[in-house]
C-alpha cells in the first residue's frame, strides 16, 4: 500500500468545544442522532495522604475526539457478511452502499463505535476522511474547523515519527486489536491509575 492515511490528536490541548463534530455534521448533513465523530468527555481522580490525618484529593480530565480510525487491519470489514467494506489505494476504510445491507455486524464488531446506522437510508455509513476534500487538496471537515488545531491527517509513519503516541489511553481498547491509524498526544495524567470515567455517556452512549 503505498500510503496510509491518518488522524493525528493532540488531547492535551483539546478544549472539548465539539466543533470538530459538528463541522462533520454541518458537511455532511446528517441526520439528528447521527454523528461521524464524537468527543468523550473523561475524568478521574484519586485521594493522597499527606502527613498522618491528611488527605488531598486529585481530580483531573482530557478530552477525546474519535470517529472511524481507518485502520491498518479493519474487524469491521473482516465481519462484514456482503464484502460492502474495503481499504482504498491510500487505506482510507470505505462502505460500498450498493452491497451494505444494513446488518450492523460492523457496528458491533468495531471497538471504536465507529459506524452508524443511516435509518433513512437503511445503510451503514462511517468517516470516510472526506475523501473528496483530499482529492482537492483539503483537509477533512473536523481538521481544518478545530480552533485549538489540536487535529491533523497525514501519513501515518510521518506522524508516529514526528509525534508521540500513546496508545493505552482511556477509553481507547488496545490498539493490537485493529491497528488504528491513529496518534494521539496524551495529557500527562492520562497516562496515570485514576479511576478514569467517560462522563457524557449520555450524549456519546450511541457511539
Avoid at 95 to 116: E, F, N, S, T, V
Avoid at 126 to 150: F, H, N
Avoid at 151 to 174: A, M, Q
Wanted: one cysteine or more; a neutral charge; charged letters at 25%.
Amino acid at each position: 500500500m503505498a500510503k496510509q492515511w491518518a488522524f493525528y490528536f493532540d488531547s492535551s490541548q483539546c478544549s472539548g468545544c465539539k466543533t470538530c463534530q459538528i463541522a462533520c455534521k454541518d458537511k455532511q448533513d446528517h441526520a439528528v442522532g447521527l454523528r461521524w465523530r464524537n468527543v468523550y468527555e473523561v475524568a478521574g481522580g484519586h485521594w493522597e495522604a499527606k502527613g498522618d490525618s491528611n488527605w488531598e484529593s486529585g481530580i483531573e480530565s482530557y478530552n477525546i475526539s474519535m470517529s472511524c480510525n481507518h485502520c491498518e487491519d479493519p474487524i469491521c470489514m473482516k465481519n462484514c457478511p456482503n464484502g460492502a467494506i474495503y481499504k482504498n489505494e491510500e487505506g482510507i476504510v470505505l462502505i460500498d452502499a450498493d452491497r451494505c445491507m444494513g446488518c450492523k455486524y460492523c457496528q458491533w464488531a468495531c471497538p471504536y463505535g465507529a459506524l452508524h446506522l443511516n435509518k433513512q437510508t437503511g445503510k451503514m455509513t462511517k468517516c470516510d476522511l472526506c475523501i473528496d476534500y483530499l482529492a482537492e487538496g483539503k483537509q477533512p471537515s473536523c481538521v481544518a474547523a478545530c480552533p485549538m488545531r489540536v487535529l491533523k491527517v497525514g501519513e501515518l509513519s510521518e506522524l508516529r515519527s514526528e509525534f508521540d503516541d500513546w496508545e493505552n489511553i482511556y477509553p481507547l481498547p488496545s490498539a493490537h486489536i485493529t491497528k488504528p491509524s491513529l496518534v494521539i498526544k496524551a495529557k500527562e495524567a492520562a497516562k496515570k491509575e485514576m479511576n478514569w470515567k467517560i462522563i457524557n455517556r449520555e450524549e456519546v452512549r450511541d457511539a
